[in-house]
């Protein structure tokens, strides 16, 4: 039972990177998936949620419009893709999930819930964003 994450790397400023977080032996239903970053002192933050059954999206506001979260029922995978990347976009980002049914509120509830509360993490990718 794992989060295989994929993708990231370095570009430059108004580029375009891909990451992807597969979930082996995890059932995502019922589940919200997310993604968060963190970058050295300071505390890890999420930047997109999808509500796993009905794909409903969430995001936090300095990546929205820029960052897509998308996810791949038949593939059990979800997927970030980031565009117009800035400099402070700069971290090392991680896949994780909550379960959170769609019954016990909106997804802009479930975002609010602290890092400890995820139940599986990816191991983390690199994002670099040169200026």
């Known amino acids: 039972e794992q989060l295989v994450q994929s993708g990231g790397g370095l570009v430059q400023a108004g580029g375009s990177l891909r990451l992807s977080c597969v979930a082996s032996?995890?059932?995502?239903?019922?589940?919200?998936a997310a993604w968060f970053r963190q970058v050295p002192g300071k505390e890890r933050e999420g930047v997109s949620w999808?509500?796993?059954?009905?794909?409903?999206?969430y995001y936090k506001e300095s990546v929205e419009g820029r960052f897509t979260i998308s996810r791949d029922r038949a593939k059990n995978t979800v997927t970030l893709q980031m565009d117009n990347l800035k400099p402070e976009d700069t971290a090392v980002y991680y896949c994780?999930?909550?379960?959170?049914?769609?019954?016990?509120?909106?997804?802009?509830?479930?975002?609010?819930?602290?890092?400890?509360?995820?139940?599986?993490w990816g191991q983390g990718t690199q994002v670099t964003v040169s200026s």
């Open positions: 999808i509500q796993w059954n009905d794909g409903e999206s």
């Open positions: 032996g995890i059932s995502l239903t019922d589940h919200v």
């Open positions: 994780a999930d909550i379960l959170w049914p769609t019954a016990w509120g909106t997804l802009k509830q479930a975002s609010g819930y602290l890092p400890q509360s995820y139940d599986y």
